[in-house]
C-alpha cells in the first residue's frame, strides 16, 4: 500500500461506497429514466442552491458544457490565466465552444471586479463579445478567495450582462475553510461545476448546476459529446453517499494538511509559506546545495510514498480521506532523514 500525496484524485473507494453501488437502482439515464442519477441530481443541487443538476463524467466536461451552454461561437470569456480551464483542459474553449479567452494575470490567481471592468471588450466593431465569467473556488494554488471578492466580481459582471460559472472542482473545501454554507459562495455565480471525484472520495463523476433552462441546454450537449451515459446509477450511487458525508471527510483532510505543513516547516532546508495552506493542499520548497528532486521523488517512491514534483524545487502534496496523521508522520520522518543525509 502506498502513501499517495500526489491528488485528491487517487482515494478508492470505501465498502460503504462499493455497497451503494451494488445496491443502485438504475435505468437508463438517456430516458431519463435512471432514479439513482435524478436522485445524485436533485441533491446536489438542493445543496448548492440551483433549480437542477446534471451528472457529467468530469469536471472538465462540467466546465466545457458550461462554456458551450453560456456562449456563441467567436465570443470571449474572462479567466485566470492559471486556472483549470485555462491551463489543464486541453485548450477545449476553443476547441469545442470556439471562443477566445481572456486571461486574467494576479500573482495569487483572484480575480477582482477591476479585472473584469478592465478586460470587458467595449462595443467597437472591431471587438469580440465578452458573455461569460469564468471564476474557481477554491484556486488550484490551493487557497481560497473570501466571499466579498467573489460576491463583487458577480455584481460588476451582472451590470455588464456577463453570465458566471463557477469552477467549484473543490468548492466544499472552500466553503469549509471560509466556515460558510456552500450557497454563500454559488450566490456568486449562474452556474457551478463540483467533482465528487476529489476530496469527496466518490471514484468518478461531477455535478453541474444551474437554472433549469441552461441545464437542459447542457444535457443536450453532454449528449453530443459523448456523455449520454445508461445505467449510469452505478457511478452516481457513491456520489450520493459521498455527498451526504462530506464535511467530516474534507475538515478532516484540512486538519492533516495543516498538521503536514507545521510538520514541514519544521524541518531544516524547507520553506513554506503557512498562511497559503487554507485546504487540503500543502506547498512547498527545498532550497539545500545539491539537492535532486528526481532522487528525492524516488527516494520518497523506494518509501511507498507518491509525490509529484510541481518546479526543480517546488512540491505538492495532498490530504485525502486514504491519507492519516500516521502516514504523515512516517513521510516527515522519512524527508528529514533524507535531507540529514
Ligand atoms: C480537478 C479539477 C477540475 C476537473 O478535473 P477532472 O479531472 O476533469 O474531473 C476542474 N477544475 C479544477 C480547479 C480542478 O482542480
Redesign the pocket.
Known amino acids: 500500500m502506498f502513501i499517495d500525496f500526489r491528488s485528491d ?1 487517487v482515494t478508492t473507494p470505501s465498502l460503504e461506497l462499493r455497497q451503494a453501488m451494488f445496491d443502485s437502482i438504475v435505468g437508463d439515464d438517456v430516458y431519463g429514466d435512471d432514479e439513482t442519477a435524478n436522485a445524485l441530481e436533485t441533491l446536489a443541487s438542493n445543496i448548492l442552491g440551483k433549480e437542477d443538476g446534471l451528472f457529467i463524467p ?4 462540467g ?1 466545457q458544457l458550461a462554456i458551450l451552454s453560456h456562449t456563441n461561437r467567436g465570443d470571449e470569456i474572462i479567466c485566470g490565466a492559471n ?3 485555462v491551463s ?1 483542459e486541453v485548450g477545449a474553449p476553443a476547441l469545442l465552444s470556439g471562443v477566445n479567452v481572456r486571461a486574467i494575470h494576479n500573482s495569487n490567481d483572484f480575480i477582482y471586479s477591476d479585472d473584469i471592468l478592465n478586460a470587458i471588450r467595449p462595443s467597437d466593431i472591431h471587438e469580440p463579445f465578452t458573455s461569460l465569467l469564468c471564476l ?1 473556488n477554491a ?2 494554488n490551493g487557497t481560497v478567495i473570501p466571499i466579498d471578492i467573489m460576491q463583487q466580481c458577480y455584481n460588476t459582471a451582472k451590470q455588464l450582462n456577463l453570465n458566471v460559472h463557477l ?1 467549484g ?2 468548492i466544499f473545501n472552500a466553503s469549509t475553510y471560509l466556515d460558510v454554507d456552500v450557497k454563500e459562495i454559488t450566490n456568486c455565480c449562474d452556474s457551478v ?1 463540483f ?1 465528487l ?2 476530496g469527496l472520495g466518490a471514484p468518478i463523476g ?1 455535478v453541474l448546476c444551474g437554472n433549469k433552462k441552461f441545464i437542459a441546454k447542457a444535457r443536450k450537449y453532454r449528449k453530443a459529446l459523448g456523455g449520454g451515459m445508461r445505467q449510469v446509477g452505478v457511478i452516481a450511487s457513491p456520489g450520493i453517499v459521498a455527498l451526504n458525508q462530506y464535511k467530516k471527510t474534507i475538515l478532516n483532510d484540512h486538519v492533516n494538511a495543516t498538521y503536514l505543513a507545521n510538520k514541514l516547516s519544521n524541518l531544516k532546508y524547507v520553506s513554506i509559506d503557512l498562511s497559503t495552506v487554507h485546504i487540503n493542499m500543502v506547498f512547498f520548497k527545498i532550497n539545500k546545495d545539491g539537492f535532486d528532486p528526481d532522487d528525492f521523488i524516488k527516494h520518497l517512491l523506494h518509501n511507498n510514498i507518491k509525490s509529484n514534483g510541481l518546479s526543480p524545487d517546488s512540491f505538492r502534496f495532498v490530504t485525502h480521506k486514504d491519507i492519516t496523521k500516521d502516514n504523515i508522520d512516517y513521510t516527515i520522518d522519512i524527508i528529514n532523514k533524507y535531507l540529514a543525509l
Open positions: 484524485t468530469s469536471g472538465t466536461m466546465n486556472s483549470h480551464i489543464h474557481e484556486l488550484s469552477d472542482a473543490r461545476t467533482c471525484s476529489k461531477s
